[in-house]
């Protein structure tokens, strides 16, 4: 870090233990980069996919059926679960989706309940031309790390990811800002 650049999350919590002596404050120096570059990643994600005219629900779920390969089909149940999201939030993005085009729905002959939903070729079209933006410009933005310094990053945070998940007795990931 050079003279211009200011670590807000070091000054909070000398803050902290100048005002409360004792507090318990190494947690800060990780957690507040974390939610700063949660909330920035998620912006330009957000910018990209306007430019891309998608919303990250739609390609959320474009996504989820384009990466299980051809025919590009899975049932309703099972995008709810890919997708980290409840089955009312996949019915809604099924719902919109189809109604512009990017997927089809029909029931499976013989299984009252369940639904399959197809990936259509204006979807196909979309994710293959978004992914690439969204990826790309992800890439760019953390390029400042080695591929080194990108690999030791990666195992922490998925160490860091599951740890937390294990002491609050929840195992559920959902993206962030999304419903």
Known sequence: ??????????????????????????????????????????????????????????????????????????????????????????????????????VTRQPVPGRLRTVEVTLTPAGHELVESTVDQVLGRESELIDGLTPDEQAHLTSLLHRLLHDVQHRLGDSRITHVGEE
């Open 1 to 102: 870090m050079d003279d211009t650049e200011h670590d807000h999350a070091r000054d909070i919590a000398a803050a902290w233990e100048r005002e409360r002596p004792g507090t318990p404050v190494s947690s800060i120096r990780i957690v507040t980069p974390i939610w700063q570059l949660a909330k920035l990643f998620g912006d330009d994600r957000r910018r990209v996919l306007a430019q891309a005219g998608v919303d990250a629900a739609t390609l959320d779920l474009l996504s989820v059926l384009r990466r299980d390969g051809p025919p590009y089909t899975l049932s309703t149940r099972e995008l709810s679960r890919r997708s980290l999201v409840t089955a009312g939030a996949i019915s809604q993005r099924t719902a919109r989706a189809e109604r512009e085009g990017l």
